[in-house]
């Protein structure tokens, strides 16, 4: 199982997991390290795409790419891009700004476009973080920084309860100094940190009904419900295009206001 639980970059126990459209995971930092400026990876045209894959697959495969239109997001078999409409997670699709950014899966090389914000636009995969929290616990692992640029990272010394951001000591002198605005947060043993964060996530969001230990952190646009990280796996959603919660609601008020 501990395979599993291993970043295909890294090859170290998932930090900061961040979940790609194609469903497979990364440590944030890896994902940052992996992107690259949209011009290294420039994207097929849709008609392209969809005349080779007519002379290359079966009928079966014709199918599925055609339904898979209907969302938005293509997303074929081959190691392409998604093409489609521009969503609002930052996670962009055909034409590019040049600021635009771009990452190929380490496992299926498809390309994913970001705009200037790059892969901190991925959701956070918090179900893979959760199992590796456990299984680290199971065995006395120690918790890694989340902000080391080096890869192994540094071991933790704290947690913040409020940035949620697990720190080795020398990220926490640089990026969370104990003076200024950031004095009064408070700063935990890092399993204690981890703990407090479970329990303050298990309150705050809304558990799935079907995985009861996960929280509704992504929507559906296709089936237009909420799901947990492990309804990804379900094949009701596999090729739809799905968009982090949180996004969709501040896109709904922006909505609502400029219509108002």
């Given at each position: 199982?501990?395979?599993?639980?291993?970043?295909?970059?890294?090859?170290?126990?998932?930090?900061?997991?961040?979940?790609?459209?194609?469903?497979?995971?990364?440590?944030?930092?890896?994902?940052?390290?992996?992107?690259?400026?949209?011009?290294?990876?420039?994207?097929?045209?849709?008609?392209?795409?969809?005349?080779?894959?007519?002379?290359?697959?079966?009928?079966?495969?014709?199918?599925?790419?055609?339904?898979?239109?209907?969302?938005?997001?293509?997303?074929?078999?081959?190691?392409?891009?998604?093409?489609?409409?521009?969503?609002?997670?930052?996670?962009?699709?055909?034409?590019?700004?040049?600021?635009?950014?771009?990452?190929?899966?380490?496992?299926?090389?498809?390309?994913?476009?970001?705009?200037?914000?790059?892969?901190?636009?991925?959701?956070?995969?918090?179900?893979?973080?959760?199992?590796?929290?456990?299984?680290?616990?199971?065995r006395n692992l120690t918790l890694k920084c989340q902000l080391c640029e080096t890869e192994p990272a540094e071991d933790a010394t704290v947690m913040c309860e409020q940035c949620e951001v697990l720190y080795c000591d020398t990220?926490?002198?640089?990026?969370?100094?104990?003076?200024g605005p950031l004095a009064k947060h408070t700063l935990l043993e890092p399993l204690q940190g981890r703990a407090a964060l479970r329990n303050k996530t298990k309150t705050k969001d809304v558990q799935c009904s079907e995985h009861?230990?996960?929280?509704?952190?992504?929507?559906?646009?296709?089936?237009?419900?909420?799901?947990?990280?492990?309804?990804?796996?379900?094949?009701?959603?596999?090729?739809?295009?799905?968009?982090?919660?949180?996004?969709?609601?501040?896109?709904?008020?922006?909505?609502?206001?400029?219509?108002?």
């Amino acid at each position: 199982m501990e395979e599993e639980l291993r970043c295909p970059v890294c090859k170290q126990l998932f930090n900061n997991p961040v979940l790609l459209p194609c469903y497979h995971a990364l440590c944030l930092n890896c994902a940052v390290h992996l992107q690259q400026p949209a011009s290294q990876h420039p994207p097929p045209t849709q008609a392209a795409e969809l005349a080779n894959e007519s002379a290359d697959y079966q009928e079966v495969d014709k199918l599925s790419i055609l339904s898979e239109t209907d969302s938005g997001v293509v997303c074929n078999s081959r190691p392409n891009s998604y093409v489609g409409t521009p969503n609002i997670q930052g996670i962009l699709f055909p034409p590019l700004a040049s600021s635009a950014l771009s990452l190929a899966c380490p496992v299926c090389h498809k390309v994913v476009y970001f705009d200037e914000n790059g892969a901190h636009n991925l959701p956070k995969y918090r179900a893979m973080q959760s199992i590796v929290d456990k299984y680290g616990e199971t065995r006395n692992l120690t918790l890694k920084c989340q902000l080391c640029e080096t890869e192994p990272a540094e071991d933790a010394t704290v947690m913040c309860e409020q940035c949620e951001v697990l720190y080795c000591d020398t990220c926490r002198e640089n990026c969370h100094p104990s003076r200024g605005p950031l004095a009064k947060h408070t700063l935990l043993e890092p399993l204690q940190g981890r703990a407090a964060l479970r329990n303050k996530t298990k309150t705050k969001d809304v558990q799935c009904s079907e995985h009861e230990d996960e929280a509704l952190s992504m929507y559906c646009m296709v089936c237009k419900v909420p799901v947990c990280p492990l309804c990804l796996h379900d094949t009701r959603h596999t090729s739809h295009d799905v968009q982090a919660i949180n996004s969709m609601c501040k896109a709904q008020k922006v909505s609502e206001m400029s219509t108002s």
